[in-house]
């Protein structure tokens, strides 16, 4: 058996324990043929004078104790989708912000250019959608950055060299990149571009010390976009790197002599099952979205605090208990069921907020900004419109429907899908960046990057747009023929989405004269469009608390970073998700992407 490393955890409630000098290591064993899949695609590269850098035992540890972990009711508005509710006060209202913004800083702007300019980055999550359209706006607007060292999991130091230049500098992303430089585009990409070998999930990174040493004297600003983010994930593999991962990274901050800022790459929806008007506020050692219901009267039973030391060790005296070959789904298992006990929909977004607790209780005088990004989706205009990478959350339902395999789904017509573009996602991060690294005081500054308050796309608006798209620019099938979609239906509840995919897969299929004549198919006919029902029904149970989420997310904060920023600012890094024609984005720009860079040209008109 291989060691798994859901190591070097420190976990510390702010304001309580004083962390001691020889800390304890949280270690669990895991077989070395499972492997671990990451939105960031895993990480590690490195070059120039830096050795590669192999595995390290762990020094860090963690020393416990909670409070109790009722929010305050200004941490959120209690209102049904959106609507305000008179007995909330106005201080309820006002946004969390740890650094007031002075006017003197609105009028001259936030001066992005000007910060980034010399800078080096520490990326981990580098291969990963939204890190590289991060990479490429910061060497595309400010070419005199300083080194961006880009963490890559590989075996090697060759293999991970290889990972940069096959998923990153080659990516059609950089296109505009490589046409300005031409011949030069690969020597100035490698000028800038340093490869780390390592991994966010062993101690000290995966980091020998010299390398280590030497990294921590240049970086001024860690980006942490590295994550799991499959909803159902095994729960030690989503704890490893989700939680874990910002907590060795935060660790490895603390060593880097002229750090300006740490920024960690979130989700809005670490706000788990909260309702109405969500705003913009740090989690803390202890929080917990069940216990917060408590607090509102909105549950009756009893709810113990969550731990994040207590998750680990669960997770540790578990996992040698089960059989080998019903471990992953038991840990599968393990993970919802612990996420909804505490009040949070999936192993995903549960593992993303006790991320951020760590954060929050390690961080010191470290200036902090954490960005919660909504669903994220292919880019609005830059470096140009429609770039993505693989099916994002909203794309299977997308390309299921416009190649006739899905003609319904289980969703709120009148919920809200909080949809965001990448670029507008990168804009505001560097805005923050600069923002907070120039302030450089002691803090932590939640940023929601989302548009279900100030823009929101209505699910039922959604699937019209989509009729309305294959309606006049169909996918075609295998004969080269138009594939007709009729108009989506939305069920409300999984029996009646349950019954129509039962009777749409039969009338597909051609199978609907096979029946008997009570209206029942062979036991050879229901296997036949069994898996197709199974696949439809498991992608709405997944996405069920998506479809049906109550909570809006507030993005004051956000809204007074853009106020910062001067005009020509916000032309070059603009992120005013309020502009977004919803129409023109979902028909012209992503679905086109979509077939572009997904499907690769498959089902279009030869």
Same mark, same amino acid.
């Given at each position: 058996?291989?060691?798994?490393?859901?190591?070097?955890?420190?976990?510390?409630?702010?304001?309580?324990?004083?962390?001691?000098?020889?800390?304890?290591?949280?270690?669990?064993?895991?077989?070395?043929?499972?492997?671990?899949?990451?939105?960031?695609?895993?990480?590690?590269?490195?070059?120039?004078?830096?050795?590669?850098?192999?595995?390290?035992?762990?020094?860090?540890?963690? %020393?416990?104790?909670?409070?109790?972990?009722?929010?305050?009711?200004?941490?959120?508005?209690?209102?049904?989708?959106?609507?305000?509710?008179?007995?909330?006060?106005?201080?309820?209202?006002?946004? $969390?912000?740890?650094?007031? =913004?002075?006017?003197?800083?609105?009028?001259?702007?936030?001066?992005?250019?000007?910060?980034?300019?010399?800078?080096?980055?520490?990326?981990?999550?580098?291969? /990963?959608?939204?890190?590289?359209?991060?990479?490429?706006?910061?060497?595309?607007?400010?070419?005199?950055?300083?080194?961006?060292?880009?963490?890559?999991?590989?075996?090697?130091?060759?293999?991970?060299?290889?990972?940069?230049?096959?998923?990153?500098?080659?990516?059609?992303?950089?296109?505009?990149?490589?046409?300005?430089?031409?011949?030069?585009?690969? /020597?100035?990409?490698?000028?800038?571009?340093?490869?780390?070998?390592?991994?966010?999930?062993?101690?000290?990174?995966?980091?020998?010390?010299?390398?280590?040493?030497? *990294?921590?004297?240049?970086?001024?600003?860690?980006?942490?976009?590295?994550?799991?983010?499959?909803?159902?994930?095994?729960?030690?593999?989503?704890?490893?790197?989700?939680?874990?991962?910002?907590?060795?990274?935060?660790?490895?901050?603390?060593?880097?002599?002229?750090?300006?800022?740490?920024?960690?790459?979130? =989700?809005?929806?670490?706000?788990?099952?909260?309702?109405?008007? *969500?705003?913009?506020?740090?989690?803390?050692?202890?929080?917990?979205?069940?216990?917060?219901?408590?607090? +509102?009267?909105?549950?009756?039973?009893?709810?113990?605090?969550?731990?994040?030391?207590?998750?680990?060790?669960?997770?540790?005296?578990?996992?040698?208990? #089960?059989?080998?070959?019903?471990?992953?789904?038991?840990?599968?298992?393990?993970?919802?069921?612990?996420?909804?006990?505490?009040?949070?929909?999936?192993? $995903?977004? #549960?593992?993303?907020?006790?991320?951020?607790?760590?954060?929050?209780?390690?961080?010191?005088?470290?200036?902090?900004?954490? *960005?919660?990004?909504?669903?994220?989706?292919? =880019?609005?205009?830059?470096?140009?419109?429609?770039?993505?990478?693989? %099916?994002?959350?909203?794309?299977?339902?997308?390309?299921?429907?416009?190649?006739?395999?899905? =003609?319904?789904?289980?969703?709120?017509?009148?919920?809200?899908?909080?949809?965001?573009?990448?670029?507008?996602?990168?804009?505001?991060?560097?805005?923050?960046?600069?923002?907070?690294?120039?302030?450089?005081?002691?803090?932590?500054?939640?940023?929601?990057?989302?548009?279900?308050?100030?823009?929101?796309?209505?699910?039922?608006?959604?699937?019209?747009?989509?009729?309305?798209? +294959?309606?006049?620019?169909?996918?075609?099938?295998?004969?080269?023929?138009?594939?007709?979609?009729?108009?989506?239906?939305? #069920?409300?509840?999984?029996?009646?989405?349950?019954?129509?995919?039962?009777?749409?897969?039969?009338?597909?299929?051609?199978?609907?004269?096979?029946?008997?004549?009570?209206?029942?198919?062979?036991?050879?006919?229901?296997? *036949?469009?069994?898996?197709?029902?199974?696949?439809?029904?498991?992608?709405? %149970?997944?996405?069920?608390?998506?479809?049906?989420?109550?909570?809006?997310?507030?993005?004051?904060?956000?809204?007074?970073?853009?106020?910062?920023?001067?005009?020509?600012?916000?032309?070059?890094?603009?992120?005013?998700? /309020?502009?977004?024609?919803?129409?023109?984005?979902?028909?012209?720009?992503?679905?086109?992407?979509?077939?572009?860079?997904?499907?690769?040209?498959?089902?279009?008109?030869?």
């Amino acid at each position: 058996m291989g060691a798994f490393s859901l190591s070097s955890f420190v976990v510390t409630p702010n304001k309580f324990v004083h962390l001691s000098k020889e800390s304890r290591q949280w270690c669990l064993l895991k077989r070395k043929r499972s492997l671990l899949y990451c939105q960031s695609g895993g990480n590690t590269i490195e070059s120039c004078r830096l050795a590669s850098v192999w595995t390290e035992r762990s020094k860090l540890a963690s %020393n416990v104790d909670h409070g109790t972990a009722l929010m305050d009711a200004g941490s959120l508005v209690l209102s049904p989708n959106g609507k305000t509710q008179p007995e909330i006060a106005v201080k309820d209202l006002v946004p $969390y912000s740890a650094s007031p =913004t002075s006017l003197v800083e609105m009028h001259e702007g936030i001066g992005i250019i000007k910060f980034l300019k010399g800078k080096n980055f520490f990326i981990t999550g580098a291969t /990963g959608f939204l890190a590289k359209v991060l990479i490429e706006k910061i060497l595309r607007t400010v070419p005199d950055v300083g080194k961006i060292f880009v963490l890559i999991k590989a075996k090697s130091k060759d293999a991970a060299m290889q990972r940069l230049k096959n998923e990153i500098i080659d990516a059609e992303l950089f296109k505009c990149l490589r046409q300005s430089y031409g011949k030069s585009y690969q /020597g100035f990409m490698l000028s800038k571009l340093v490869p780390v070998l390592g991994n966010v999930c062993e101690s000290n990174l995966g980091l020998e010390e010299h390398t280590l040493d030497a *990294i921590s004297k240049e970086v001024d600003v860690i980006v942490n976009s590295a994550a799991n983010t499959t909803f159902d994930e095994r729960y030690d593999v989503a704890l490893d790197i989700n939680t874990g991962g910002p907590s060795r990274l935060m660790s490895f901050a603390k060593k880097c002599r002229k750090l300006k800022l740490f920024l960690q790459v979130s =989700t809005a929806y670490v706000n788990g099952q909260r309702r109405g008007r *969500i705003m913009e506020k740090p989690f803390c050692i202890g929080d917990s979205i069940a216990r917060e219901s408590l607090l +509102f009267g909105t549950q009756k039973r009893s709810v113990p605090a969550l731990k994040v030391e207590d998750e680990l060790k669960l997770v540790l005296d578990l996992k040698g208990s #089960f059989d080998d070959n019903v471990e992953a789904q038991k840990m599968k298992e393990l993970g919802l069921e612990r996420a909804k006990k505490h009040g949070w929909q999936d192993t $995903y977004v #549960f593992t993303k907020a006790m991320g951020e607790m760590l954060i929050d209780s390690m961080k010191a005088e470290i200036p902090t900004v954490i *960005i919660r990004p909504s669903v994220i989706e292919s =880019t609005y205009r830059e470096p140009f419109p429609g770039w993505m990478e693989g %099916n994002r959350m909203m794309d299977p339902i997308i390309l299921y429907y416009g190649k006739g395999q899905l =003609t319904g789904f289980l969703v709120d017509p009148n919920g809200v899908l909080d949809v965001i573009p990448a670029d507008m996602v990168v804009n505001a991060t560097l805005a923050a960046i600069a923002k907070h690294g120039a302030i450089g005081k002691p803090g932590i500054n939640i940023y929601q990057i989302a548009s279900s308050v100030v823009n929101p796309l209505i699910f039922q608006d959604l699937a019209n747009l989509l009729h309305q798209h +294959f309606q006049s620019t169909p996918f075609f099938d295998l004969k080269g023929r138009p594939i007709d979609v009729p108009t989506m239906k939305l #069920f409300s509840s999984m029996e009646d989405f349950s019954s129509h995919l039962w009777r749409d897969v039969i009338q597909r299929s051609g199978l609907a004269g096979s029946a008997s004549p009570n209206g029942k198919l062979s036991q050879k006919l229901q296997l *036949i469009c069994r898996k197709s029902v199974e696949q439809s029904k498991y992608l709405a %149970n997944i996405y069920h608390p998506y479809t049906f989420y109550g909570g809006r997310f507030d993005n004051s904060n956000t809204k007074m970073l853009m106020e910062c920023m001067s005009e020509e600012e916000r032309t070059k890094f603009g992120f005013d998700v /309020g502009t977004i024609d919803w129409k023109d984005y979902i028909s012209n720009i992503h679905i086109p992407g979509l077939r572009r860079h997904v499907m690769k040209g498959r089902g279009m008109c030869s």
